[in-house]
Nanobody
Framework: QVQLVESGGGLVQAGDSLRLSCAAS????????MGWFRQAPGKEREFVAQ????????YYADSVKGRFTISRDNAKNTLYLQMNSLKPEDTAVYYC????????????WGQGTQVTVSS
């Protein structure tokens, strides 16, 4: 069973950077498509970024393109989200995601980590 544990959230000011991490308990992590989602208060969970199993296969929401970078370290079974030029509208709980099979759609979620950006 896949388990995901996020870390790295916190309270920052607008323009600051944060790096989120997601530790995955799965032996074949390198074969799993991974993603980041977020949910702001009163809003639905939304897609942020996705990374495939091949180098260079990344996708981003338009709202974060050019500011956020998703990456993975297969040797450490860890997914990252580097967030630069943070804005107050980036405030949300951020969730790491994958699936039971490693493919799509995502159906396995971490517990989330809070990111708060003050203006």
């Amino acid at each position: 069973q896949v388990q995901l544990v996020e870390s790295g959230g916190g309270l920052v000011q607008a323009g600051d950077s944060l790096r989120l991490s997601c530790a995955a308990s799965v032996r074949t992590f390198r074969t799993y498509i991974m993603g980041w989602f977020r949910q702001a208060p009163g809003k639905e969970r939304e897609f942020v970024a996705q990374i495939g199993v091949s180098v260079g296969t990344t996708y981003y929401a338009d709202s974060v393109k050019g500011r956020f970078t998703i990456s993975r370290d297969n040797a450490k079974n860890t997914l990252y989200l580097q967030m630069n030029s943070l804005k107050p509208e980036d405030t949300a709980v951020y969730y790491c995601a994958t699936s039971v099979t490693g493919g799509l759609p995502f159906n396995v979620w971490g517990q989330g980590t809070q990111v708060t950006v003050s203006s």
